[in-house]
């Protein structure tokens, strides 16, 4: 019996048919392909309706189809139009069947005049361009329509979404100067919402959020004139109001403020609940959540040498008042060392609550909830 050759160390062992180069080529092709699928939708319709033109010329019938096309045209641009501004669900069969993914999701964008314009314009070319191809004989592959087709119409469909569909470059982060000459310019001027106020020692405090000073007009302007004016502030800077907040500072002084910018609202990351060791048994205080720049939010259950504390929670619908006493109730239940007792003036979602702590009872839990 004799044994075949083996091949050396490090020789390439592969067929010489190819193999999977082929397989390899078309996976990288639909790898492309689909890295550019927002690009892609005028080529494909204008291959389609191309395709159906020359089909078009060849039919017995073709003008009647090409008819066809010029009223399903208009009426496609109609229904996207529609699309387009439709809101969220109102129906509750609606919202069932878009919960469950069989609706699609509302775009609740609508369309702008200048794409109505450029979209009826390309449906009307397009429609007209069908319509003398049976009457002509001429199909989108033969002369003159070649050039209509696919060197005017083509690239004046395709060019405007391309660029609509483009990479932005991202703007630069504004600099300290930068900073303080946008406060001077659009807050602190006469016609801005705190005239006569500077922004002082703008810092950077690490991935990509920033703090400064806010130095008000004395006599005219206090602390809560800064917080109440936090929505033209990001106005000013043209940012989300959720990535701005003010503050006072540390003392207490009325004439100043601090103003906090983060490029990622920390209040939006949802907390893990940390179990038992959320609440301090030494000095009853526990922890909530995170402040806006991301410390603890602390909660005092008790105060030691004093006894229970009693606490008043109100706010509009919606504020979160229901979401806060289970946060209390499930601190509690943890610790093993607290009787509470809610209530509510009405029967809903608690809106108002009385509670009674009490540090030094045994370990049971109970939660009496009254309406």
Not at 24 to 46: E, M, Q
Not at 272 to 288: C, Q, S
Request: charged share 15%.
């Amino acid at each position: 019996m004799t044994k075949s050759p083996t091949a050396p160390a490090g020789a390439d062992t592969t067929p010489a048919t190819g193999g999977p180069l082929p397989r390899r080529i078309a996976h990288g092709t639909w790898r492309r392909l689909h890295r550019n699928r927002r690009h892609l939708p005028p080529l494909a319709a204008s291959l389609v309706l191309s395709g159906y033109g020359q089909a078009l010329t060849h039919a017995p019938h073709g003008l009647v189809g090409a008819l066809a096309v010029d009223a399903a045209l208009p009426a496609a641009v109609l229904v996207t139009r529609t699309w387009r501004r439709k809101g969220p669900y109102i129906r509750r069969t609606a919202k069932f069947l878009h919960r469950h993914r069989v609706l699609p999701t509302p775009p609740n964008r609508p369309m702008r005049r200048a794409e109505l314009i450029r979209t009826s314009a390309a449906a009307a070319a397009t429609g007209a361009l069908l319509t003398v191809m049976p009457l002509t004989h001429t199909g989108p592959f033969q002369a003159p329509m070649t050039g209509l087709w696919w060197l005017a119409l083509t690239p004046a469909t395709a060019i405007p979404w391309w660029w609509r569909r483009r990479i932005r470059s991202v703007a630069e982060p504004l600099s300290a100067e930068g900073r303080v000459a946008v406060w001077e310019a659009k807050v602190g001027s006469t016609r801005g919402a705190l005239p006569g106020s500077k922004l002082l020692e703008p810092v950077d405090t690490g991935d990509g959020a920033w703090e400064a000073l806010i130095e008000l007009d004395g006599g005219r302007q206090t602390t809560a004139s800064a917080i109440s004016a936090t929505t033209l502030i990001a106005s000013a800077y043209d940012l989300p109001i959720s990535s701005i907040a003010v503050d006072g500072v540390p003392g207490g002084a009325a004439s100043r403020a601090k103003l906090m910018v983060y490029d990622k609202n920390p209040l939006k990351s949802v907390p893990v609940f940390p179990g038992p060791e959320a609440l301090d048994v030494k000095t009853g205080i526990a922890r909530l959540g995170l402040h806006i720049d991301g410390g603890p939010a602390q909660y005092q259950m008790w105060r030691p040498g004093w006894g229970a504390v009693h606490t008043h929670i109100s706010g509009a619908t919606g504020s979160g008042k229901s979401a806060l006493l289970r946060s209390l109730f499930s601190i509690e239940r943890h610790s093993g060392l607290v009787t509470s007792r809610a209530a509510t003036p009405r029967k809903a979602s608690p809106s108002a609550s009385g509670r009674t702590t009490c540090p030094t009872s045994p370990p049971a839990w109970t939660n009496a909830w009254r309406c």
